[in-house]
């Protein structure tokens, strides 16, 4: 990139951070003592609001940065995300969000200890969103390295560096100054910024084609290299059987994966009523509903204008496709438009990983302090320390997630949180949903569900070629890949429910029918509920 590229996206860049910044500092001048207004913002903000920062937290560097790389490089095979992510807020809308509400307080924990031992359930839930949420994170730490890198061009493995860091250490302050009030103004200004930024790629890509999409796809098929192929099913998960069941299993995670995301529950917490949350969804499914749409037209763009050979040059695993395609659409490298496009969206990916990253990080020191600490420690434990712990653990978090994104740092990032939710949906959904429906649940089966699919997934990502066994895994010199498949979902999944039934079944502890009847109450009608 040129100077003039590098200036104007460092000064953007500049400009959403003291934005940000000056939000978290407005915020933290308010009380921030009380567990309800850290975890949850004083529970103050309208359906409207938590949508657009539902569609904020969602809206992540993997879908505007990998699903349109996938997309450029793969056909048809990437639209597998775009659908994915889209379908999976139907679950979330008629299975979890009004009923999460109800039930819980601040955390996936609170919906499950309703009516179980909490001390074990606590244990099991809590590192179970710990483990996903620093999954998440990876993914965005590694997007905003390719980000920089880009920006940056020769000193790219220094500046993947530095922007791990730097993306790490802006994530802590946001979350431990500016608790849930600040990520969620955070999330609702990149919301904006976002959708400002896909709505005019997508505007200028359709124009350079006349509206005809079908010359764009056909433009796409003949720079791709593979002709109709690219068009088709098959050319990334198509090849043989172990592909085809990789395909099976990547969808089955994206579908269900989003209902047990600890960030994206923990939304739900943030507005007066179960009502309010549901109609939370309603505006998010609409906002992230045009956001996926556009990206298959930002994939194919890229795809026909940049070429895949190019977007492959920049960046292996196809993370940089939009910014190179926002700057062809402004006229080239050496142009004015060009270099102002690619600074705005270069500016808007990285305000993205800013957001989304604080959304997690939230999360995840939620469960550390609200589900690890209070329940390890039992006395003494008051809202005043909670929240410090939470405060403390959002580092921790942080220089877990920097290690880790600089380790991952050449994979593509939707596929790495294709990963994040393979182990929410493994983990996570099976003990929700047994939780609120299943009248014979019991403490062992909610134990055993959690870790029943979480030790599986985690333990199958690592015997994988993700890790080891191909030049493209994190250890390339390495090959112990005994399971073949790269998204562990479609066995990690059926054994999280397998381990809750069996745990539940051989279980001598007799159901708590009356606390599972009061339950059943407050979740469906919200009595008694916080």
């Known amino acids: 990139m040129t100077d003039n590229h590098q200036t104007l996206a460092l000064l ?16 933290s001048r308010r009380k921030q003592g009380s567990a309800e207004e850290f975890y949850a913002g004083g529970r103050l903000f309208s359906p409207m609001e938590n949508g657009f920062a539902i569609a904020g937290d969602y809206m992540s560097a993997a879908s505007f940065l990998g699903i349109s790389g996938l997309i450029a490089l793969f056909g048809y095979d990437g639209l597998l995300y775009s659908v994915g992510f889209l ?93 849930m009030r600040a990520t969620t103004w955070i999330q609702i200004v990149k ?30 098929a003949d720079r791709s290299g593979h002709g109709a192929a690219f068009l088709a099913p ?23 994966g989003t209902a047990g995301l600890p960030h994206i529950l923990s939304r739900f917490y943030t507005v007066p009523t179960a009502r309010a949350a549901r109609r939370s969804v309603v505006w998010s499914i609409g906002l992230i509903g045009g956001f996926y749409l556009m990206t298959i037209v930002l994939g194919f763009g890229a795809a026909a204008i940049v070429g ?25 490298a050496d142009s004015t438009g060009g270099t102002v496009l690619f600074a705005v969206v270069a500016a808007v990916a990285f305000a993205t990983i800013l957001a989304v990253v604080a959304g997690i990080t939230l999360a995840s020191s939620a469960s550390v302090a609200h589900d690890l600490y209070a329940t390890l420690r039992r006395k003494g434990t008051t809202p005043r320390s909670e929240v410090a712990v939470a405060r403390i653990a959002a580092v921790g978090v942080g220089v877990v997630a920097i290690a880790l994104g600089l380790l991952a740092r050449d994979l593509n990032v939707a596929f790495l949180v294709g990963l994040a939710f393979a182990v929410a949906a493994s983990a996570n959904l099976p003990v929700l949903l047994y939780s609120l429906f299943w009248r014979r649940f019991t403490t062992r089966g909610a134990v055993w569900s959690v870790y029943g699919g979480l030790i599986p997934a985690l333990l199958l990502v690592v015997l994988s070629p993700v890790v080891s066994g191909t030049p493209a ?41 009356a606390r599972h009847a009061e339950t059943e109450v407050r979740s469906l009608t919200g009595a008694g509920a916080v």
Not at 12 to 27: D, K, N, P
Not at 234 to 256: N, P, Q
Not at 319 to 332: E, K, Q, R, S
């Open 12 to 27: 953007l860049f500049s400009a959403f951070i003291a934005l940000t910044l000056g939000i978290t500092t407005w915020v």
């Open 87 to 179: 379908v999976a807020w139907l679950v979330v809308l008629l299975l979890v969000a009004e009923l999460v509400r109800n039930c819980g307080r601040f955390t996936l924990a609170d919906v499950v200890a309703a009516r179980m031992s909490e001390r074990p359930v606590r244990i099991a839930a809590g590192t179970s969103s710990v483990t996903v949420s620093v999954l998440y994170l990876v993914a965005q730490m590694v997007g905003a390295g390719s980000l920089v890198a880009l920006l940056l061009g020769s000193t790219g493995a220094a500046a993947q560096v530095w922007a791990v860091i730097g993306v790490g250490a802006l994530m802590v302050i946001y979350v431990s100054l500016g608790g």
């Open 191 to 220: 919301a904006v910024l976002l959708l400002g930024g896909t709505v005019t790629l997508t505007v200028l890509v359709l124009v350079r084609f006349h509206g005809d999409f079908d010359q764009l796809l056909r433009t796409a």
């Open 234 to 256: 098959g050319l990334k998960y198509g090849g043989d059987w172990t592909a085809r069941f990789d395909f099976m299993s990547l969808g089955l995670a994206l579908v269900l």
């Open 308 to 332: 895949p050979d190019a977007v492959r040059d920049s960046n292996a695993a196809g993370n940089t496709a939009v910014p190179l395609l926002a700057l062809d659409l402004g006229g080239g």
């Open 473 to 513: 895994s994190l250890v390339p010199g390495a090959d112990f890949d005994v399971f073949p498949l790269q998204n562990p979902g479609l066995v990690s999944i059926p054994l999280g429910f397998l381990a809750g039934w069996l745990g539940t079944v051989t279980s001598t502890e007799a159901p708590d029918e």
